[in-house]
């Protein structure tokens, strides 16, 4: 679905800022913009899939599984609300 609005974030945003992102606006690839807004990349809920580690014991991860997981079902648990009231 195409909309007249992009969101995106900086090289600077950490990856929670990222995934809030996504799951507020319901999306789930961002353009990666520089201090200068030049597009610099994009980044994927499917490149942060790859990248999350799982929790072990106490330690925590900078990109948590649970993390991801938790931004893709908020994202698809709206979509489908929505599809589900269209009918």
Known sequence: VMTDRVYGCTVEDDI???LATMEK??????PVVNPD??????LSIGDLTLHAEKREGKRIPDLSA????ETY????VRQLTEQTAQL
């Open 16 to 18: 929670h800022t990222a």
């Open 25 to 30: 606006h319901q999306v789930r690839r961002l």
């Open 66 to 69: 649970e993390d991801v997981m």
């Open 37 to 42: 807004r030049k597009l610099v990349g994009v």
């Open 73 to 76: 079902q908020g994202i698809r």
